[in-house]
């Protein structure tokens, strides 16, 4: 008589914590990106040598996903990591920004309208804080947007950098520069969405309450 094999049931993998680690190589990868920062500003900004800061940028920005995938491949994530990863997208991109527009690579008005996105949703994560709240889950749109942008910037840079190149360069950087700004601002709707909904949840609370 044949035995049937007993049947197991998964146990699913236990979530990775963050720890309160500093050094660690995910972390030391975004000192390193947020260290190329002031170097692309002064090679951009300066000594205008624009192919090297070119090759900077590309690095620091297409690097995005370095450290949070060596986090997670090495199971050494950590609380400063997962500050110090978005701090780096954002000072690259508000770092590129000024110094495309004193340059005249971008004009204002993509500035403005990218600044202004972020604007907004600072507003909104103080008055999600002033109700006890932190900030809403990321949305992959955002993701994606800021990938995308960090993409463009390198591209804009090479037309101005190598003339030769803008034929090609200039239809495709802004093609992607208009794709981030899109996937920016959808996701910065979903991101107030959410917004809205939980502060509505908190009102329905204090509101039950109260009537209670």
């Known amino acids: ?36 920062v002031p170097l692309f500003l ?4 300066g000594p205008q040598h624009d192919v090297a800061a070119v090759i900077v940028l590309t690095l620091g920005g297409t690097t995005d996903w370095v450290d949070g995938y060596v986090a997670r491949r090495m199971n050494s994530v950590s609380r400063l990591g997962e500050v110090l990863d978005p701090f780096a997208d954002r000072l690259y991109i508000l770092a590129t920004l000024i110094g495309f527009t004193v340059r005249g690579v971008v004009p204002l008005w993509l500035t403005v309208a990218l600044l202004l996105r972020e604007a907004v949703l600072g ?22 947007g800021t990938f995308v942008l960090l993409g463009a910037f390198p591209v804009l840079l090479l037309a101005e950098a190598v003339p030769s190149t803008a034929v090609v360069a200039l239809p495709i ?29 908190d009102r329905a609370a204090r509101a039950g309450t109260v009537a209670g």
């Open 1 to 36: 008589m044949s035995q049937q094999p007993a049947h197991v049931t998964p146990v699913p993998a236990a979530p990775i914590g963050a720890s309160d680690r500093i050094w660690t190589i995910p972390n030391v990868i975004s000192f390193v990106r947020l260290l190329g």
């Open 42 to 45: 002064y090679l951009l900004l």
């Open 123 to 144: 507003v909104a994560l103080l008055v999600l804080r002033r109700h006890g709240y932190g900030p809403p889950p990321v949305h992959y749109l955002g993701k994606t």
């Open 173 to 201: 950087g802004w093609a992607l520069a208009w794709w981030a700004l899109g996937l920016y601002w959808a996701a910065a709707v979903l991101y107030l969405a959410q917004a809205r909904a939980m502060l509505r949840a």
